[in-house]
């Protein structure tokens, strides 16, 4: 089943959310400001769109960024450029076109 980015994006946020994480999406490009002046870019080049915490026990805490695509669909060379300095620093990214392929990824969490 085909699904457009906005579907994968409800399925997949959604059942992070049914497993106590919490995820915030993040905004990232060019932004002219209403009042004019200079645009105002923001984030980093290739940033996942969303970042996504789980509350801390006593000895763990978890955090991941995640890239979410249209079926079929497979990040931009600077989103998995993005990913992987990410995961160089120690931090866990990931990408995903399905929720059976973001529970593939999270199985061994």
């Known amino acids: 089943m085909k699904q457009s980015e906005r579907e994968v ?6 059942w992070l959310r049914s497993q106590g994480w919490t995820c915030r999406r993040q905004h990232v490009g060019t932004f002219q400001p209403i009042a004019g002046g200079a645009p105002v ?6 940033e996942s769109d969303w970042v996504c915490r789980k509350p801390a026990t006593p000895t763990t805490a978890y955090l991941f960024e995640l890239e979410l695509k249209a079926t079929g669909k497979r990040p931009r060379p600077d989103q998995f450029e993005y990913m992987a300095k990410r995961i160089h620093q120690g931090f866990l990214a990931t990408w995903a076109s399905s929720l059976d392929q973001l529970k593939e990824w999270y199985e061994p969490l």
């Open 9 to 14: 994006t409800a399925d997949c946020i959604g």
């Open 41 to 46: 870019k923001v984030g980093e080049s290739g």
